[in-house]
Nanobody, 120 residues
Framework: QVRLVESGGGLVQAGGSLRLSCAAS????????MGWYRQAPGNQRELVAR???????NYADSVKGRFTISRDNTKNTVYLQMNSLKPEDTAVYYC??????????????WGQGTQVTVSS
């Protein structure tokens, strides 16, 4: 099984920046796509950004131009650089990874979440 551990959340003023990290550990054949999602109170979990193993990315319209997703395949880690933060970015941010197991089965897994709070 794979474990995802997020870090880097916190409290920041509007206009500030934060960098989230998510490291995968465990036994697996391959990590495929990785991504970040967020969930604000009373809202459904929504996609923030995703990145393929080859580095192709896609973003939610609400974060385009402000957030950047990247990954280091040698460290099995995905990052989310968040700039020009707004109060509406306040949420719990979750890391997600699509995994190919040693038996070649496919599954996805989630981290425990990290709180991001942006004050106005």
């Amino acid at each position: 099984q794979v474990r995802l551990v997020e870090s880097g959340g916190g409290l920041v003023q509007a206009g500030g920046s934060l960098r989230l990290s998510c490291a995968a550990s465990g036994s697996f054949r391959r990590i495929n796509d990785m991504g970040w999602y967020r969930q604000a109170p009373g809202n459904q979990r929504e996609l923030v950004a995703r990145i393929t193993s080859g580095g192709s990315t896609n973003y939610a319209d609400s974060v385009k131009g402000r957030f950047t997703i990247s990954r280091d395949n040698t460290k099995n880690t995905v990052y989310l650089q968040m700039n020009s933060l707004k109060p509406e970015d306040t949420a719990v941010y979750y890391c997600n990874a699509d995994i190919t197991s040693w038996s070649r089965s496919l599954y996805d897994t989630w981290g425990q979440g990290t709180q991001v709070t942006v004050s106005s």
